[in-house]
């Protein structure tokens, strides 16, 4: 069974930099994309950052220009740098691999606040 392991959440200031890591236990063939969502208290889950097999990248307007999405093929993992980071950033961030279905990470809270 495949499970997503997510880390690197936490509490940090505002200006502050996080890196979310997520690593696929298991195989998972013929991935189609790799990505990161978030969900803020009262909101809908949304998607922050993804990055296809072909290497196309998109990104929520909100998070340009400040984040970056990576991945390592090989270990069927995905990264997520956060840099100068707001309070609205505030959220549970999630990892997702779509494939013939899409996995799910548990969840890390990431919280900016002075």
């Known amino acids: 069974q495949v499970q997503l392991v997510e880390s690197g959440g936490g509490l940090v200031q505002p200006g502050g930099s996080l890196r979310l890591s997520c690593a696929a236990s298991g195989s998972i063939f013929s991935i189609y994309a790799m990505g990161w969502y978030r969900q803020a208290p009262g909101k809908q889950r949304e998607l922050v950052a993804q990055i296809t097999a072909g290497g196309s990248i998109i990104y929520a307007d909100s998070v340009k220009g400040r984040f970056t999405i990576s991945r390592v093929n090989a270990q069927n993992a995905v990264y997520l740098q956060m840099n100068s980071l707001k309070p609205e950033d505030t959220a549970v961030y999630y990892c997702?691999?779509?494939?013939?279905?899409?996995?799910w990470g548990q969840g890390t809270q990431v919280s900016v606040s002075s």
């Open positions: 997702a691999i779509t494939a013939k279905y899409v996995y």
